[in-house]
């Protein structure tokens, strides 16, 4: 019977797992035999940590059988963007110049999940240190869509989306630089968050752009992301920027109702280009909305057509000096064969470890910050960013939340923008503004267009999760958009 529960939410498996109808073993060992026979297809691991699985999981049901330190996540597998690091566990960035190696601590939330009891199957398949929309720039594969295998699965996350999508694990930690887990979310069906900035941890997570990066769930359903972000998110040590306040109970108050609540629809994000399908099945969700009794206002982020510069403009120069690391002295690839000195090692290194499209944002974010142009360029784009942020702070003291899509079109398929960086970034539009305003988001599936996923976003205000779920769960209550599976 372990055969039908890979596509159940993880509420469900933690309740048969309590009622020991099913051993997190044989859940564990279900799993793995289906990413050996369906991942090939897909390619959304880079490593499938099959021992430490299956240790995991033995000692999950040792919990169970004991009763105690018992969590909602006790015995439940799960993956993990390959930019997050696990201790003795190879963490790549889907690049050359990490292709061995293998850290000596583990991430924050790496550490969390193991002390609830979760059980880790792998590392999952990512643009080149995140940088990408369509998960075709990792130095290794191309992760498809298990809707469509001609297509993306979105990116930077797209690994962790197609596992989830393919019930290849029962829930993935992605992380949201600009859209890096909702965009992959809305193309794969799957619903995920990015969560305030300083809502969970950063430690252990290789940076792109520090002052962006939010690590963040993706699941089956909202209840699902829920019970993931309360077992992730709080104030960490070791990480600065987190926020010294309580995690509330997210998943205790999903039911309440939403009626009299009221939803702002930007009028920016509706405008010509978008897909038919996308734009129908997103008018299709307002309708839902307004049926649970929700008021629907229009709202303007006036701001909004700096976002996507804006964001690239930081995005790049904040790569370039943190990529700087990176330099086959310390750790990583290192190049030095016939090297005259160490800059002509840094150099080799560095040219035969990253991907083109990690070289083009790093030469144009040092650019950007060279003397003479970091006032003209970053300096500018700094103060647009507090624009952007106060833009999503007038239109949401008026709304309780936002919708939007997570992206024009649906899933493209495989190599269709490769030859063409702007139209690539063009994909991001609907996703960046969130990053640099620090709001929280959450993508959730409303529909179908062509027989391809469509996504939509809740974005809320600071620290304020709790309305974005209960406004999500409320719409998962009324419609079966996110039961439906791919053909895979």
Request: charge should be negative; hydrophobic fraction near 35%; proline fraction near 5%.
């Amino acid at each position: 019977m372990t055969g039908q529960f890979h596509t159940l939410p993880i509420h469900q498996i933690h309740q048969l797992l309590i009622d020991k109808k099913i051993s997190s073993m044989e859940l564990t060992q279900a799993m793995l035999r289906r990413a050996y026979e369906i991942d090939p297809k897909i390619s959304s691991y880079v490593t499938i940590t099959d021992d430490l699985a299956l240790e995991q999981a033995r000692q999950a049901d040792d919990r169970i059988a004991s009763g105690e330190n018992i969590t909602p996540l006790t015995g439940i597998p799960f993956a993990l963007k390959d930019c997050i690091s696990t201790r003795g566990v190879r963490t790549t960035c889907s690049s050359k110049i990490l292709a061995e190696y293998v850290p000596q601590y583990s991430a924050t939330v790496v550490n969390k999940l193991a002390d609830a009891g979760a059980v880790l199957m792998g590392k999952t398949n990512m643009d080149e240190f995140g940088m990408g929309s369509s998960c075709e720039n990792s130095a290794f594969v191309d992760t498809r869509n298990p809707w469509d295998l001609e297509r993306v699965p979105g990116g930077s996350s797209g690994g962790s989306a197609a596992a989830v999508s393919a019930s290849l694990c029962s829930f993935s930690l992605g992380e949201d630089t600009g859209g890096s887990v909702r965009m992959p979310a809305g193309f794969c069906n799957v619903t995920g968050i990015k969560p305030t900035y300083g809502r969970v941890s950063r430690y252990g997570l290789i940076s792109l752009v520090s002052s962006f990066d939010c690590i963040g769930p993706m699941t089956r359903d909202v209840q699902d992301c829920a019970i993931v972000l309360e077992a992730i998110a709080g104030k960490d040590e070791r990480d600065s920027t987190t926020f010294n306040s309580p995690v509330p109970q997210y998943h205790q108050d999903l039911n309440k109702s939403v009626k009299g609540m009221t939803i702002g629809i930007p009028k920016e994000y509706f405008v010509s280009g978008m897909e038919a399908g996308v734009e129908s099945s997103i008018q299709e969700a307002i309708r839902t909305y307004e049926a649970l009794g929700m008021k629907v206002r229009e709202v303007s982020l006036p701001n909004t057509r700096y976002a996507l510069p804006v964001y690239y403009l930081l995005l790049m120069a904040e790569a370039s000096s943190n990529l700087a690391r990176f330099d086959g002295t310390r750790f990583g690839l290192s190049v030095s064969e016939n090297a005259r000195d160490v800059i002509d090692i840094y150099l080799q290194t560095r040219r035969e470890g990253f991907g083109d499209e990690v070289k083009r944002r790093i030469m144009l974010g040092a650019y950007a910050l060279s003397s003479g142009y970091y006032d003209a360029y970053y300096l500018k784009a700094q103060k647009v960013r507090t624009l952007l942020r106060r833009d999503f702070e007038t239109a949401l003291a008026s709304v309780d939340i936002l919708l939007a899509p997570t992206s024009p079109t649906t899933a493209f398929k495989l190599g269709e923008k490769t030859n063409d960086p702007l139209e690539m970034y063009l994909s991001d539009i609907y996703v960046v503004a969130t990053n640099p305003a620090g709001v929280p988001a959450l993508a959730l599936p409303c529909g179908f267009s062509k027989g391809m996923p469509v996504g939509m976003q809740l974005i809320g205000r600071h620290l304020d999760e709790q309305t974005l779920f209960q406004v999500g769960h409320a719409y998962q209550q009324v419609t079966d958009w996110h039961e439906q599976l791919p053909p895979i």
